[in-house]
């Protein structure tokens, strides 16, 4: 039978320290249990790089700068792919005559705006979050272009 | 009392079966590109899978060795500056796709992170370092500083939103 000072000794004991196998094993268990949200949004991603093309999105701009910003930014958003891509697209758009406001908007909102991602962003940090975060950057997305875009042309 | 651990779940399978059904339509409309969409697909996955390793390493490293309470410290309530260039840094040095940071931010935020820290990383991963030389050769070297300065500062005052956002709600 254990004394009760034994006792009291072992639960004022600090906690074990998990081996690293057992923390890794429960960080890859955390990360199996996404699995389907990140395969879901995966295949999304494929899909929508097959419906909406480059080409598709490139003639969407009209040339008009207020409206062509706000179709960067929203096209930025449901296009998705290498970062690489929307700097080609964005490049071809510049020597199309389209304005750099709309260029700019493009750039940023293709990575940090993604519709084929809400579903995950939802599930993971709740609509809430979501919802403000993408309208934040929605909104920054238009004003760090126009002001780079003004800066750009100040400087040069 | 000791922490209960989540009991093991998957999560979004609704959503996996909702994406599988979208696939099954898509092939009785147009096979062939349902299946450029799924060769797509799979191409993605291969080539994100060294992140999904480094994500799943770099979680158990930071379980390992930090504490919750630690987590808490460096990004939580009473985090103050720190924490704001925490987000900032990792958010530039990120790589990969934003859907594949998702499970260790769940983490983090799980041991205290706060909403606008998670909202600054998202923000400023907009700046991809290894990406610069492509955008000067692209767009000019005045273009690239320009933009990637106001990305952070635009980074910190979404985050800054986000916080008020919170407060306001609470």
Sequence with gaps: MTKPHTQKKQQNSPPQQPSFLKVLQKSSLSFLAMAPLLLATIGLVGIFQILVTPKMLASLFQGDPLFDTLLGTLTGAIAVGNPIVSYLIGGELLNQGISLYAVSAFLLSWITLGFTQLPAEVEVFGGRFTLYRNILAFIFAMITAVLTTITVQVLS | ?170
């Design chain 2, 1 to 170: 009392m000791k922490k209960q651990d989540k009991p093991f779940a998957f999560r979004g399978k609704y959503l996996l079966v909702a994406v599988l059904v979208l696939y099954g339509i898509f092939f009785l409309v147009n096979s062939g590109g349902a299946l450029s969409a799924l060769q797509k697909s799979s191409t993605i996955l291969t080539k994100i899978l060294p992140i999904f390793v480094v994500v799943i390493l770099f979680t158990a490293t930071l379980n390992y060795f930090i504490k919750p309470k630690q987590i808490a410290k460096h990004l939580g309530q009473k985090s103050g500056m720190k924490g704001w260039f925490w987000a900032l840094a990792a958010g530039v040095i990120s790589h990969g796709p934003m859907y594949a940071w998702y499970p260790l931010l769940d983490d983090l935020r799980s041991h205290g992170m706060k909403d606008e820290y998670i909202v600054v990383f998202f923000a400023s991963r907009a700046i991809k370092i290894p990406l610069l030389p492509i955008m000067i050769d692209y767009f000019g070297l005045t273009f690239t500083i320009v933009i990637s300065l106001y990305m952070l500062f635009g980074a910190l005052i979404q985050g800054l939103c986000m916080q008020l956002a919170t407060i306001k709600d609470t």
